[in-house]
């Protein structure tokens, strides 16, 4: 069982530079998300989508994009990297957000911007 | 959202109960507590969760004060792979998101 695979898995950045963070499910799960996670705090929200074509922001969304084509990706866009940025971004994805869902998060992207 | 107030760290002899409390005294009647652990820096996972009934599974039981200002995770049998971070969080029916505070960081001790 795949669950849910985040693609890379460290990544160092230049500031200014740009890059995709992917993230992919098997499950059939209409509702994916994206965290981020600065060392020593708890996880915030960055974007979140409840279906193909549908995205809506999080806690956190500036200086980052989303797109949800299908039901399986949901990647995550970085722009103009900023030294801001560096920390380790989670995606998630559950079957909805309606009573007894669990959420699946992926392993994680370590992300460094210097 | 109703926040959540748990302490920052505890620890646990290694084959004892580890009971890790949460203070949610704001939370609405239809928002659920659960909890997620995370282990060295991985994914959270999903441990439990409940409305207002006390719940058990495979992992862990969940007792939830009357009041429901309050609840208590508790692991039966601590081992060493139960070492992490443990977040309980409040999620209101149709909300979006899983509001992540700092966490309990439990330790367990052999």
């Known amino acids: 069982n795949a669950g849910v695979t985040q693609t890379p898995k460290f990544r160092i950045l230049k500031i200014g530079q740009s890059m995709t963070l992917q993230c992919t499910q098997d499950m059939n799960h209409n509702y994916m998300y994206w965290y981020r996670q600065d060392p020593g705090m708890g996880l915030k929200l960055i974007y979140y989508s409840v279906g193909a074509g549908i995205t809506d922001k999080g806690e956190v969304p500036n200086g980052y994009n989303v797109s949800r084509s299908t039901t399986e990706d949901f990647p995550l866009r970085l722009e103009l990297a900023a030294p801001s940025q560096t920390s380790v971004y989670f995606c998630?994805?559950?079957?909805?957000?309606?009573?007894?869902?669990?959420?699946?998060f992926g392993q994680g992207t370590r992300l460094t911007v210097v | 959202d109703a926040k959540t107030t748990q302490p920052p760290s505890m620890d646990c002899a290694e084959g004892r109960a580890a009971n890790l409390p949460c203070n949610h005294s704001?939370?609405?009647?239809?928002?659920?507590v659960y909890w997620y652990r995370q282990i060295h820096s991985q994914g959270p996972q999903y441990i439990i969760h409940?409305?207002?009934n006390n719940e058990t599974n495979e992992m862990a039981s969940l007792i939830i004060t009357e009041d429901r200002k309050s609840s208590t995770l508790i692991l039966p049998h601590a081992t060493l792979r139960d070492t992490a971070v443990y977040y309980c969080?409040?999620?209101?029916?149709?909300?979006?998101?899983?509001?992540f505070g700092t966490g309990t960081r439990l330790t367990v001790i052999p």
């Open positions: 969080i409040v999620w209101a029916r149709g909300a979006n998101n899983l509001f």
């Open positions: 704001t939370i609405s009647g239809n928002e659920y």
């Open positions: 998630a994805s559950s079957r909805s957000s309606v009573v007894n869902t669990e959420a699946f």
């Open positions: 409940g409305l207002k």
